[in-house]
């Protein structure tokens, strides 16, 4: 049904009803008879539009196609999400006249938490993430479901290495600020949150590389105060996001 090269297969109703607003190309849409609710009128509104190839099947064949087991009768062929380049990345900030506001992932692997970074980026308006070639999630379709669509409106730009990023961020005039245990208190320091800015952070229970602390400008820390000793990546990439947009924004 999908070449695994080329094509992608969405599911669910929010993940294809995100594909067609955010005009990511799709081949086919499927829809099990019978199907009602939700966000199924919009979804069909914007295939008509679009002229979208739309088929429906029973649903005992989504069931046999999907993988996720939660199609919600919704099944949709997209052309593979493509990485971008950090020029496209930082293009972004320059179009909305914006200071560049960026993620790099350190060795996020779980594609769960990759996606939840994603969405978070997306939300919080930051330009975009990066991730190395190695010791990283990929972009698929569980990265896409995670993100609740927001990967298909955010850009995802892949490099060689994690350092080899953080040395063309810097060129571009990006300041790079490592999450780590031994920074200081984001709340205390007072480094100037509104500068091109790429927040580096780790992977799952291994935190930043020797190699990327070596190459951060500054490092920040989150306190702790339980008796767990760190953060889920995907919930601490939500607090400095929020940190950085409440001082870009209401300082």
């Known amino acids: 049904m999908v070449n695994s090269k080329t094509e992608e297969l969405l599911e669910g109703r929010n993940p294809v009803l995100e594909a067609l607003k955010s005009g ?23 295939v008509e539009q679009n002229k979208i190839p739309l088929e429906y099947r029973d649903k005992k064949e989504l069931d046999y196609y999907s993988k996720t087991g939660r199609h919600q009768g919704v099944l949709a062929i997209a052309i593979a999400l493509s990485y971008s380049t950090i020029d496209e990345i930082l293009s972004r900030a320059t179009a909305k006249e914006e200071a560049p506001l960026v993620l790099l992932l350190d060795g996020v692997e779980d594609p769960h938490n990759l996606g939840s970074i994603i969405r978070t980026a997306e939300v919080s308006g930051a330009h975009g993430v990066i991730v190395p070639e190695r010791r990283s999630a990929g972009l698929n379709a569980t990265v896409l479901r995670a993100s609740a669509g927001a990967a298909n409106h955010l850009p995802v730009a ?9 040395e063309e961020l810097k060129a571009k005039g990006c300041w790079i600020i490592g999450a780590d245990m031994d920074g200081k208190v984001i709340w205390e320091e007072t ?19 020797r190699l990327a602390k070596e190459h951060c400008d500054l490092l920040l820390q989150i306190p702790m105060y339980g008796k767990v000793a760190s953060l889920n990546v995907s919930v601490a990439a939500g607090i400095f996001l929020y940190e950085v947009l409440r001082r870009r924004c209401f300082s």
């Not at 190309?25 to 919009?42: C, D, Q, S, T």
């Not at 892949?158 to 953080?166: D, E």
């Not at 480094?191 to 590389?209: H, I, M, N, W, Y």
């Open 158 to 166: 892949q490099v060689k290495n994690t350092a080899r990023g953080i």
């Open 24 to 46: 990511r190309p799709l081949k086919r849409i499927i829809i099990a008879r019978g199907a009602h609710g939700g966000p199924l009128k919009e979804i069909q509104e914007l």
């Open 191 to 209: 480094f100037d949150l509104s500068l091109p800015l790429c927040l580096v952070l780790g992977g799952e229970g291994k935190g930043l590389s």
